[in-house]
């Protein structure tokens, strides 16, 4: 199992920025496609963005433009940028492994509210 711990969440007004990071322990980080992944109270967890190791990317719609996913395979860290957030944005964000599976970590919490 890799574990993996997310930061960065807060509390901000609606139009600002936040950016998250996720540290991964092991060795074999840079071969795995990251996920970034939020979860609404009474809603599924959903995939917003994510990056293969080539650190080719790819958004859900709802973010495109957005936000921006990148990775430091040095640090073993991948970062979610999150400009012109959204009420709608509002979510615990989970970072994993796409493909594999693996445990969650505990999340961070963004809340966008004026």
């Known amino acids: 199992q890799v574990q993996l711990v997310e930061s960065g969440g807060g509390l901000v007004q609606p139009g600002g920025s936040l950016r998250l990071s996720c540290a991964a322990s092991?060795?074999?980080?840079?071969?795995?496609?990251m996920g970034w992944f939020r979860q609404a109270p009474g809603k599924q967890r959903e995939l917003v963005a994510h990056i293969l190791s080539s650190s080719m990317t790819n958004y859900a719609d709802s973010v495109r433009g957005r936000f921006t996913i990148s990775r430091d395979n040095a640090k073993n860290t991948v970062y979610l940028q999150m400009n012109s957030l959204k009420v709608e944005d509002t979510a615990v964000y989970y970072c994993?492994?796409?493909?594999?599976?693996?445990?969650w970590g505990q999340g961070t919490q963004v809340t966008v509210s004026s």
């Open positions: 092991g060795s074999t980080f840079s071969i795995y496609t």
């Open positions: 994993n492994i796409i493909g594999l599976h693996n445990n």
